[in-house]
């Protein structure tokens, strides 16, 4: 696998001033962001599969990363997750399921690789599963809700809210995939898009962090700062 350049980092240089994050509400009047069609995720379940998704995502220096476990409802239920780990570039986004020992072993070897950043939304959980699921700490993860504290949001934004403030979308997840049952051997299409989506709307969210000050990429007028 090719050693992609440095990750970068941040360091805020200025006190940030507070800022409100947008509620639910507000983002519900919002046009829709844009998603990946099933014709950029690829289900990944087999050491083949793997082989050709980490070939690809060597190029990227910046993945979005995301993982689902199946829900727990019983109290005192401990989740065996994850049971997938989703990977996006700008223009695709892998699905790797966990069933397979060798899928799991390009998946470790994915996330420990140093020199790509792997940003996303509440990660500390996931990185702990991660931990005790595939035996590897996570190199170079950016949890995206740190950034924006720094740039002055009090609360987790979450995808959401990054969505709603830096592009003037709303960013549709489905509450039936999000409470499914991610240790299926079968993936449902809805289950693809929305793990998929995940992991991409971080990495939108991540290049969108790193445009000039006083660039925007909604309109300066309807922006929800």
């Excluded at 829900?71 to 065996?80: A, I, K, L, M, R």
């Excluded at 060798?102 to 020199?115: D, N, P, Q």
């Excluded at 830096?166 to 289950?191: G, H, M, P, V, Y």
């Amino acid at each position: 696998m090719t050693t992609p350049p440095p990750a970068r980092r941040y360091h805020p240089t200025t006190r940030p001033s507070h800022h409100p994050t947008p509620d639910k509400d507000q983002i519900a009047l919002l046009e829709p962001f844009e998603r990946l069609g099933t014709d950029r995720i690829a289900l990944v379940s087999t050491p083949t599969q793997a082989d050709k998704a980490c070939h690809a995502l060597a190029a990227a220096s910046a993945w979005g990363f995301d993982t689902e476990s199946k829900p727990t409802f019983v109290q005192g239920e401990q989740s065996d997750g994850p049971h997938i780990v989703q990977l996006a570039t700008l223009d695709h986004a892998w699905v790797f399921q966990l069933h397979d020992p060798g899928c799991r072993a390009r998946v470790a070897e994915l996330l420990a690789l140093r020199g790509v950043t792997k940003a996303g939304f509440g990660l500390g959980d996931d990185t702990k599963r991660i931990q005790a699921k595939l035996g590897v700490q996570p190199s170079d993860v950016l949890e995206l809700n740190t950034v924006f504290r720094q740039r002055g949001y009090r609360k987790d934004m979450g995808v959401k809210g990054a969505v709603a403030v830096l592009f003037n979308r709303r960013f549709i997840k489905s509450k039936k995939a999000a409470t499914s049952n991610w240790a299926n051997e079968k993936l449902t299409e809805a289950q693809l898009v929305y793990a998929a989506n995940d992991a991409w709307a971080a990495l939108r969210v991540f290049h969108a962090l790193q445009a000039p000050v006083g660039h925007s990429v909604a309109s300066r007028n309807t922006r929800l700062l």
